[in-house]
T-cell receptor, first 112, second 115 residues
Framework: KNQVEQSPQSLIILEGKNCTLQCNYTVSPFSNLRWYKQDTGRGPVSLTIMTFSENTKSNGRYTATLDADTKQSSLHITASQLSDSASYICVVSGNYGQNFVFGPGTRLSVLP | EAGVAQSPRYKIIEKRQSVAFWCNPISGHATLYWYQQILGQGPKLLIQFQNNGVVDDSQLPKDRFSAERLKGVDSTLKIQPAKLEDSAVYLC?????????????FGDGTRLSIL
């Protein structure tokens, strides 16, 4: 069964600190892996997209890594800001352009 | 560029009533998606259109849900009759191609509450 799991379910950190979110998947075949940020009451916004051949991709303070062999990905947030408080969703695409499997998300709270 | 527009923003109805949601994707985006997001969960794909044709509707409860994308631009999603478990946020997204490595651009969704 195609599944995407994320950990932790929720995380609280202080402003300025770094954090890492985890994503494990069993989706096969694999096309790409995406990380989205979803603010409360808003739609998800794309942070990174990685294909099988990419093992790291950055978007400002966000850096995603991918290990296609172990089917794991991580999202590292550097020097967190209050505006980073949101849910972070990992999405794996199977057959080219289709079969998007969403994880349940990690709820991040950044405190002053 | 203007984002994905959805309306209404909120909707409250009683069970067994019908409801419709509207989505206007980003201009030029051929692919349109409807998702259901239940509180505390990730979005679940309901239906994917490529222009005005259906690519994937395998998770659409076809006995009560229907969707159309006439002329390959705007789309509507309808629920008839609604059940309590349909309470969720309905998200519309669009992308340039059939998915591939293109990012999906999401609207802010319609929050549906069933009484």
């Amino acid at each position: 069964k195609n599944q995407v799991e994320q950990s932790p379910q929720s995380l609280i950190i202080l402003e300025g600190k770094n954090c890492t979110l985890q994503c494990n998947y069993t989706v096969s075949p694999f096309s790409n892996l995406r990380w989205y940020k979803q603010d409360t009451g808003r739609g998800p916004v794309s942070l990174t997209i990685m294909t099988f051949s990419e093992n790291t991709k950055s978007n400002g303070r966000y850096t995603a890594t991918l290990d296609a062999d172990t089917k794991q990905s991580s999202l590292h947030i550097t020097a967190s800001q209050l505006s980073d408080s949101a849910s972070y969703i990992c999405v794996v695409s199977g057959n080219y352009g289709q079969n998007f499997v969403f994880g349940p998300g990690t709820r991040l709270s950044v405190l002053p | 560029e203007a984002g994905v527009a959805q309306s209404p923003r909120y909707k409250i109805i009683e069970k067994r009533q019908s409801v419709a949601f509207w989505c206007n994707p980003i201009s030029g985006h051929a692919t349109l998606y409807w998702y259901q997001q239940i509180l505390g969960q990730g979005p679940k794909l309901l239906i994917q259109f490529q222009n005005n044709g259906v690519v994937d509707d395998s998770q659409l409860p076809k006995d009560r849900f229907s969707a159309e994308r006439l002329k390959g631009v705007d789309s509507t999603l309808k629920i008839q009759p609604a059940k309590l478990e349909d309470s969720a946020v309905y998200l519309c997204a669009s992308s340039r191609a059939g998915g591939g490595n293109q990012p999906q651009h999401f609207g802010d969704g319609t929050r549906l509450s069933i009484l």
